[in-house]
């Protein structure tokens, strides 16, 4: 199947580049590669997201509130 795609400027001369480099005559590999990446990428990220999701309910209101000041002076010291 083909599709058409439409890169700004900065992209399309910097997808051309990195084809040159590569020694291909266009950026359709380069662009089937990302894709295929970012597909991957979604698809772990929503696994994830299930996964925490099995996890609502299992702390307390107490717990929760311990758990969550903890993550945020975490966050807070690696600045």
Not at 1 to 30: C, Q, V, W, Y
């Amino acid at each position: 199947m083909r599709t058409s795609i439409e890169p700004n400027r900065e992209h399309r001369a910097r997808l051309l580049d990195l084809a040159a480099r590569r020694g291909l005559k266009g950026f359709s590999a380069i662009v089937q590669e990302v894709l295929h990446l970012y597909l991957i990428k979604a698809s772990a990220k929503s696994r994830r997201g299930v996964a925490v999701q099995q996890f609502r309910g299992c702390l307390s209101k107490r717990e929760a509130h311990r758990f969550r000041a903890v993550a945020t002076r975490l966050r807070t010291s690696w600045r």
